[in-house]
């Protein structure tokens, strides 16, 4: 079998699980890394046994051999970066949130579009057997007309102002750093499994650390390390460590999410909970194969993922049977899955967010911005 190959850009924290979920295909080969330097992209390459490596990405985009890249860097090189790789003819692979401006994401949109070229937005959480479960017991029906969507994303790896990440950064980041990084994944989340499309929506953002201790040297994404005092500077803030949204969803259904990244304990909590007319539904990324069903005249039910139980369009992403856990690093899978199958087969279902919903994320984002600056209602 001819393995097709594929170029990682970015060898932070993403650059790890994207590497490892890659792998898992076993049609997909990671040709070549690159990263913001040359020994960078060494130890990389190294740590998982690729040998070309390069802290010039523009070389790679330049072998035909190479047909896809995942976009895995700082958010203000997304833009520049798939420009790139789109012109040079490379299906792309992007982390979210999508770009800095709606105006970048719409200019992708138009290339991805004009080259013919697979693009895909890593929405990952989307794909946990159970959150599909949920997205077609929707469709059938069994929740009747939804309601409320409400719920929370909360971390606390920024809590105390000794840490720090890129992301905290407006200039590498973007204006938005808590809602663009995990806001956009429940806004994206509540959007595909009720299909109803938000549009107005009130925002407040909070900094609760306008200063903060910037390392002096690298820091990797979620690692937790207390510097000395000689290892950092002070550093102003400008992006938020908390934010709420009241929303509409379609016409009649309303909701409300916070996101944080600031509250103790909560290592990676992304919960939802979405009611209809007829039952309710709750799901927590911390504990992903399970599925509270609420219900107004009958016991509640409390089931766990087995795909033998599930909607059959739900069950084609769990690759393991009943009992054994399928987590975050195998969403990542299941989007590369089905990326790859288009890229091998251009006549293949797009079953995977694209550059359109990168884009419609973006201008939800921009409106968050707008209603918490006018401290007021937008519609979207």
Same mark, same amino acid.
């Given at each position: 079998m001819k393995k097709?190959?594929?170029? #990682? #850009?970015?060898?932070?924290?993403?650059?790890?699980?994207?590497?490892?979920?890659?792998?898992?295909?076993?049609?997909?080969e990671i040709a070549a890394v690159a990263a913001s330097s040359g020994e960078k992209a060494r130890q990389f390459g190294e740590s998982i046994g690729v040998d070309r490596t390069t802290g010039n990405y523009e070389t790679l985009l330049q072998d035909s051999e190479i047909q896809a890249?995942?976009?895995?860097?700082?958010?203000?090189?997304?833009?520049?970066?798939?420009?790139?790789?789109?012109?040079?003819?490379?299906h792309v692979l992007c982390e979210k949130p999508f770009t800095m401006t709606s105006g970048e994401a719409r200019e992708l949109v138009d290339?991805?579009?004009?080259?013919?070229?697979?693009?895909?937005?890593?929405?990952?959480?989307?794909?946990? +057997?159970?959150v599909q479960q949920i997205r077609r017991m929707i469709e059938a029906g069994d929740l009747g007309e939804i309601l409320i969507a409400q719920g929370? =994303?909360?971390?606390?790896?920024l809590l105390y102002d000794t840490d720090w990440n890129w992301r905290v950064d407006s200039k590498a980041n973007g204006a938005l750093r808590a809602m663009g990084d995990i806001g956009?994944?429940?806004?994206?989340?509540?959007?595909?499994?009720?299909?109803?499309?938000i549009t107005?929506?009130?925002?407040?953002?909070?900094?609760?650390?306008?200063?903060?201790?910037?390392?002096?040297?690298?820091?990797?994404?979620?690692?937790?390390?207390t510097p000395q005092p000689d290892? =950092?500077?002070?550093? +102003? #803030?400008?992006?938020?460590?908390?934010?709420?949204?009241m929303l509409h969803l379609g016409d009649r259904a309303r909701g409300m999410f916070t996101v944080s990244q600031m509250s103790a304990g909560r290592k990676n909590m992304f919960t939802f909970d979405i009611y209809g007319t007829k039952s309710g539904v709750s799901w927590n990324q911390e504990r992903p194969d399970e599925l509270w069903i609420g219900q107004r005249n009958a016991p509640n039910q409390s089931i766990v993922?087995?795909?033998?139980?599930? =909607?059959?369009?739900?069950?084609?992403?769990?690759?393991?049977?009943?009992?054994?856990?399928?987590? =975050?690093?195998?969403?990542?899978?299941q989007v590369f899955k089905r990326f790859y199958a288009k890229v091998s087969d251009a006549s293949a279902a797009v079953e995977y967010p694209t550059f359109e919903d990168g884009l419609w994320g973006m201008v939800l984002l921009e409106k968050v911005l707008e209603s918490s600056k006018k401290q007021g209602w937008v519609t979207v």
């Open positions: 097709l190959k594929t170029a #990682i #850009i970015g060898t932070g924290f993403m650059g790890k699980v994207h590497a490892e979920n890659v792998r898992r295909l076993g049609n997909v890249v995942h976009i895995l860097t700082p958010n203000a090189l997304h833009h520049p970066m798939c420009k790139a790789a789109l012109t040079a003819g490379k290339l991805a579009g004009k080259k013919g070229l697979a693009n895909c937005i890593q929405h990952n959480l989307r794909y946990y +057997p159970v929370t =994303y909360s971390q606390d790896w956009s994944h429940w806004m994206d989340m509540i959007q595909h499994l009720t299909g109803l499309r107005r929506l009130c925002a407040e953002l909070a900094t609760f650390h306008k200063t903060r201790k910037k390392p002096k040297g690298s820091v990797e994404t979620f690692s937790g390390k290892d =950092y500077e002070a550093a +102003p #803030i400008d992006t938020e460590d908390f934010g709420g949204v993922k087995d795909p033998s139980l599930l =909607y059959p369009k739900a069950a084609a992403y769990a690759d393991l049977p009943g009992g054994h856990s399928e987590g =975050y690093d195998d969403t990542h899978k």
